[in-house]
């Protein structure tokens, strides 16, 4: 895994082909592996780049995000330190709130958006509070429990049962996240802006996905964005819930490869 030093981050990434830079950004509390089938893939023509968030996963810093919009702009220097001029931004769930931090940060650096699991509008006081609540139990608990609490919200109840793999994996990306990052990231994101605004002025082409039994981010959500972004088109993936681009890998692939427009390898393992 590459690592690069960026202002005050030890940054470390992962990435996989050659040409058009695609920056994909993960979840909470996920790290850059959350994108292995993508990397494992292979769109002809497109370069993929699934870094760990600031505290997440191998990346470190001394200091907590200041605010939700500081993971774009470290998000930002890592493209300059990397000399990517142009590129596209993948996020999902928290990932893609922070890819439209990057949109609304530095626009004119987008080639496109892909909004996968998330939503745009801000927090009702209960969700609010909720992160706050949990973020005070994981700086006391840490991230074992949690983890499998929350499984049954990621992924349907089918894939549990049927994919234990995937299961057994997600858990222990969630369990060997930092506790510190994952609080710091929780608090910063219930005081986010409200995005709601900001679609209509998106000129960008953006694929929003999202999985058919998501909870935490159902398709009314997504339809939403969808109506507010012009140059956009939603895929609703079958058989998945939170985190489609695992879930149902292959799906997912192909709706992303459509929307690039390019001819798409799979590696056979996913």
Known sequence: MPQIHVSDLSFHYQESGTGTPILLIHGHPFDGSSWAPQLAATFPGYRLIAPDLRNFGHTTSPHPPANFSTYARDLIA??????????????????????????????????????CDTFAQLDNLQKKESRYSLADRLDAEGMSGYAVEVLPKMICASSITHNTKLAFDLVRMMQRAPAAGASAALRVRAERQDYLPLLATLKLPTLIVVGEHDQFTPVSDAELMHHRIHDSRLAVIPDAGHVTNLEQPAAFNRALAAFLGADLVESGNH
């Open 78 to 115: 890592l493209a300059d330190a990397l000399r990517l001029d142009r590129f596209f931004v993948a996020g999902l769930s928290m990932g893609g709130q922070i890819a439209l931090e990057v949109a609304a940060a530095a626009p004119d650096r987008l080639l496109g958006l892909i909004l």
